[in-house]
């Protein structure tokens, strides 16, 4: 993989470079945002910490790591040839496909010329009186541009919990979220996994498979639903290419921005017969869909409870022991923290080397040289690997020291909670742009169109500053503080503040609880072409 990064194309270090604009991360985010701002005839750098682009796709190569959206879904539309000259081979692609779709399109669009990798930016200041941001990076070198654009990701930066003595453990550790490139073998190991989000419910069943003995720590149970992947049939592939535009069309005017077959019926008006034969077709069908067989099941417990208790069941049949079946059973809300997707997990733990150790009564207290200990017990370990996740949405931003007009620092400004307008910008830091931010649907919709309208309505706003000779635009408090109510009255609409999701940032200690991304992705894509239409209202331009 490095050495098909490492091309005489990429961009060299930038020491005391002038840009038009710099774009921080090459994943599906950065490498889009690239392209449309170069057809604008744009000077660009792109500033990677990875050694090879990807974002997510790079790091995540842990065993079974694989997208949860079909792949004709999860993958870019603004180019109709990439879009018909493109073969994805099953219909979930796995981690290692994902990322040679995105080297194909580094590749085929010439985008490595402006990426340089193996840096990571530490700061990012605008200095008023040139009206640029100085970029500077963990090497030392700077960079300086009109334009500063965070691509950085959702789901980037990783969490480990502090668990005392964690740096005491002899054998190899892991994290889900920066797996090493070399394989890693654990036949014959005991390992123990801690984290039971998608993350660990697609890594277990491949550990268990290898491992001598696995050991699962599980503080919440987790709903997942059957993947039932499978090799993507080329005549399928073949109809969806006949009208890729029509699939698209109609996977925008969806809730979550991809084709979940929503039910327009509601839950709780359905006999119990009809709501079995909907929920058993949809497990039938397998993925995310799951969760819009009905209208009401993310915003009436009563509803909820019904699709839950399904699941339940399907846990009561799959699993052996009912013992272990019970302690995998979730009672919060489904869907309210992320619904999974999986190959054989419930299964996995009919396996006689795997161990289901509840640690929400008897927490892990502490690694030691040789495992782990909880409240109750000690275990022996080869390996750890920690599926713990992480500081999701706003991890990666303030990992960067951002400072905005008058020195104010993003994270002061976020201290009690991302403010965004749209997720796009956040007022007092002008002609910064963020892709996917809080406050944007994001992480509760199909991610690549939602990268995509967010690199295209950037490149629209730069050039429409271009236009009309403006030299900078930032939201207005006024609008920032309505879209940031906006975004909490439609959650508070909904089930989801109703547990201690990362949507919430409930999974980070310290972290403000505020919901995070936007629900509903149709509506906000018209609000976004509205406020542009508007001359960019809710924003301040200046000459
Ligand atoms: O992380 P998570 P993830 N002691 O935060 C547990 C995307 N993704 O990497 O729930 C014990 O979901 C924690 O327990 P609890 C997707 O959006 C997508 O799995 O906090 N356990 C939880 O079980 C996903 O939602 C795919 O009680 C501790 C786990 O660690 C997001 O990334 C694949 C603990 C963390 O789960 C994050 O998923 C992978 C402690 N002290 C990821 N601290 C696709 O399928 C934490 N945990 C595309």
């Not at 949860?68 to 000259?85: A, I, K, N, P, R």
């Not at 099953?90 to 340089?116: G, M, S, T």
């Not at 207290?365 to 409240?375: D, F, N």
């Not at 200690?509 to 906000?524: E, S, T």
């Amino acid at each position: 993989m490095r050495d098909a990064q490492a091309k005489p194309t990429q961009a060299g270090p930038a020491e005391n470079g002038r840009f038009d604009a710099v774009i921080v991360g090459a994943g599906f985010a950065g490498l889009c945002m690239l392209h449309r701002l170069r057809e604008l005839g744009l000077s660009v750098r792109v500033f990677e910490r990875g050694s090879g682009i990807g974002g997510t796709w790079f790091w995540n190569r842990y065993p079974g790591a694989r997208c949860d959206v079909e792949s004709m879904e999860y993958s870019y539309q603004f180019s109709e040839e990439l879009q018909q000259e493109w073969n994805w081979s099953e219909r979930f692609a796995a981690q290692q496909e994902i990322l040679r779709y995105l080297e194909h399109v580094a590749d085929r669009f010439d985008l490595r010329r402006d990426i340089q990798l193996d840096t990571r930016v530490s700061s990012a200041v605008f200095d008023e009186s040139a009206g640029r941001w100085t970029i500077e990076t963990d090497g030392g070198a700077r960079a300086s541009a009109k334009f500063c654009i965070m691509a950085t990701g959702c789901l980037s930066s990783t969490s480990t919990p502090r668990f005392a003595g964690l740096d005491s453990f002899a054998g190899p550790t892991f994290h889900t979220g920066n797996w090493p490139h070399a394989p890693v073998d654990f036949s014959g190991k005991r390992v123990g996994v801690i984290g039971t989000g998608s993350s660990g419910v697609q890594s277990i069943p491949l550990i268990a498979r290898q491992a001598a003995q696995l050991f699962v720590f599980q503080r919440t149970p987790t709903y997942t639903v059957p993947a039932h992947n499978h090799p993507l049939d080329p005549g399928v592939q073949e109809r969806i290419k006949g009208d890729y535009a029509g699939l698209r069309r109609r996977a925008a005017q969806m809730p979550f921005g991809f084709d979940t077959r929503p039910g327009e019926k509601l839950a709780l008006e359905a006999t119990a017969e009809e709501r079995r034969a909907e929920y058993e077709d949809r497990w039938a069908r397998g993925g995310l869909p799951f969760i819009s067989g009905f209208a009401d099941l993310l915003y009436s417990k009563d509803a909820n409870d019904t699709a839950a208790e399904f699941v339940r069941a399907k846990i009561r049949e799959i699993v052996r022991d009912p013992r272990v079946a019970e302690m995998l059973s979730p009672r919060q809300v489904i869907a309210c923290k992320r619904l999974c997707i999986d190959t054989g997990y419930y299964e996995t733990f009919n396996r006689s080397n795997v161990t289901l150790i509840d640690v929400s009564a008897a927490p892990i207290e502490a690694i030691t040289p040789r495992g782990l200990r909880t409240k109750n017990a000690e275990y022996e370990l080869d390996c750890i690997v920690f599926a713990t996740g992480f500081d999701a949405m706003t991890g990666a931003l303030l990992g960067i020291d951002i400072r905005g007009r008058g020195g104010l620092s993003l994270a002061r400004k976020w201290a009690e909670g991302p403010r965004t307008y749209l997720g796009l910008a956040t007022a007092g830091f002008p002609n910064l742009f963020m892709i996917t931010g809080p406050g944007s649907p994001s992480v509760l919709s199909n991610m690549v169109p939602s990268i995509e309208q967010h690199a295209n309505w950037i490149a629209r706003c730069i050039a429409y500053l271009r236009e009309h000779e403006l030299a900078r635009i930032e939201p207005t408090a006024l609008a920032e503080d309505a879209w940031v109510e906006h975004v909490n009255e439609v959650a508070g609409g909904t089930l989801f503040p109703s547990c201690n999701s990362w949507y919430l940032g409930a999974n980070v200690p310290g972290k403000p609880r505020v919901f995070m991304p936007y629900l509903g992705f149709p509506a906000y894509v018209q609000k976004c072409d509205e406020v542009a239409a508007k001359g960019y209202e809710g924003f301040a331009a200046t000459p």
